[in-house]
C-alpha cells in the first residue's frame, strides 16, 4: 500500500519533499560545508515554500498556467519565509540557522502534504500534473499568440521570464560576490552561568577560577589569533584607613612590575565563525585590586593587543578572609592589615628597580 502511494505521489510534491529534506542534511550534518548547500538553499528559500503553497490552494489543472504558478511561487516564498521569521522573532528559539531552517522545512512538508490530499481528492482529469514538455508547449503558444489579446498575453509574458531570469541572477551575483562590511572581532568574557555577570573576582589563592571566553571573527578572511590571560601582581597605592584614604606619595605605583602569564593560546576562525570555551585558571599571588588582563593578538603581532579586555579580582590567601567581609560594626576591619603595614612597605620598596 506504502509503494502505491509513492507511485502516486505527484513528481512535483516528491521533489518538493526530497529538496526539504536535503536542506536538513546540509545543515545539521557534517555536509555542511559543501557547495551544493548554497543552490540547494537558495530554492528553498525563494521558490519551494511558495510552490508548494500554490499546489494547496490551486490543486486544479485549469485554475493556474505555469508561468503564473512559477511567478506566484517565487512571490510568496520572499513572501511566507520573512513572516516564519518574524513568528520565531517571538519564540525562546528567536532568528537563528537552525529553528529558521526546521521551520521553513516543516512549512515545506506540511504544505505538500496538503497539496498531495487535495489532489488525490479530484479525478485525475481535473489534477494539476506537472509536464515538463507540455508546460514548454504552453509557453511557446502564448508567445507565438496573435492577435490584440495575444500581443498582451506575450508582452507579459516575455517580461515575466526576463524579470525572474534577472532577478536569479542578481541573487546568484550577491550570493557568490557578498559586499564587504566592517572588519572587526568579537571578544567577549561572560561569568561560569554564560551570563555577563557572576564574574569570579573574589577568589582564594590556589583554587579553581572558571570563565567563557568567546571569540567571534568577522574579518572576511582566515584569521589567526594569539589569545593571553596575565596577572599585573602590583599592590594598590592607597589604603582606608577610619574612613580616611591615605595615599602613598613615597611609593608610586611601579609601571616595570612583573607580568605574571596565566595561559596562552592560539586560535584560527574562517569568517564568521565564532569560538566560545570555558577557561578554567589559578591565581596564586594574593593581593586585592589586581588587573587581570584577557589579551587578544591578530597575525602574530604582538606590538599592541587587537582586543583587550580585564577584570579587578582581589586573591586572598587560604586562611585570610576574603575582602568584602565585614566586621560586627559594618566596617571593614583593617587592624591586622595595618600592623603588618611596615611589612609590607619594606617589600615593596625591595621590590623597586634598583636606582641608576
Not at 496538503?114 to 506537472?130: D, G, K
Amino acid at each position: 500500500m506504502m509503494e502505491r502511494n509513492l507511485e502516486q505521489m505527484p513528481a512535483d510534491l516528491l521533489a518538493a519533499v526530497v529538496l526539504a529534506l536535503a536542506v536538513l542534511l546540509f545543515t545539521l550534518t557534517p555536509l555542511s560545508g559543501l557547495f551544493l548547500r548554497i543552490p540547494i538553499g537558495l530554492l528553498m528559500v525563494l521558490f519551494v515554500p511558495g510552490y508548494v503553497l500554490i499546489a494547496a490552494l490551486f490543486p486544479r489543472k485549469g485554475d493556474l498556467d505555469g508561468i503564473e504558478r512559477i511567478a506566484l511561487s517565487f512571490g510568496l516564498s520572499i513572501a511566507v519565509v520573512p513572516l516564519i521569521g518574524l513568528g520565531l522573532n517571538y519564540t525562546p528559539w528567536g532568528i537563528r540557522l537552525i529553528p529558521v531552517v526546521i521551520s521553513i522545512v516543516a512549512f515545506t512538508l506540511l504544505m505538500a502534504a496538503v497539496a498531495y490530499w487535495r489532489r488525490i481528492s479530484l479525478s485525475q482529469e481535473e489534477r494539476f500534473s506537472l509536464h515538463l514538455r507540455q508546460w514548454i508547449d504552453s509557453l511557446k503558444d502564448e508567445i507565438r499568440a496573435e492577435g490584440e489579446r495575444g500581443w498582451v498575453d506575450k508582452t507579459l509574458t516575455i517580461i515575466l521570464i526576463l524579470s525572474i531570469i534577472a532577478s536569479i541572477v542578481a541573487l546568484v551575483y550577491v550570493v557568490v560576490t557578498p559586499k564587504e562590511g566592517e572588519k572587526f572581532t568579537e571578544f567577549y568574557i561572560l561569568g561560569p552561568g554564560g551570563k555577563a555577570y557572576d564574574y569570579p573576582t573574589e577568589v582564594r589563592a590556589g583554587n579553581n577560577s572558571t570563565v567563557i571566553v568567546g571569540v567571534v571573527n568577522h574579518e572576511y578572511k582566515l584569521t589567526n589569533y594569539t589569545m593571553e590571560i596575565l596577572l599585573n601582581n602590583t599592590p594598590a597605592v592607597d589604603i582606608l584607613m577610619n574612613d580616611t584614604a591615605i595615599a602613598l606619595s613615597t611609593f608610586e605605583h611601579d609601571r616595570s612590575a612583573p607580568i605574571i602569564p596565566i595561559m596562552s593560546m592560539n586560535l584560527s576562525l574562517q569568517h564568521n565563525d565564532t569560538w566560545e570555551q570555558p577557561l578554567t585558571y589559578v591565581l596564586d599571588e594574593t593581593g586585592d585590586r589586581q588587573k587581570l588582563q584577557f589579551l587578544l593578538y591578530k597575525e602574530g603581532n604582538f606590538t599592541a593587543p587587537y582586543r583587550d579586555l580585564h577584570l579587578w579580582v582581589n586573591v586572598t590567601d587560604m586562611n585570610r578572609r576574603p575582602s568584602k567581609d565585614l566586621g560586627n560594626d559594618g566596617n571593614q576591619d583593617w587592624t591586622q592589615d595595618w600592623q603588618d603595614f611596615p611589612d609590607r612597605l619594606i617589600k615593596f620598596r625591595g621590590n623597586l628597580p634598583p636606582e641608576r
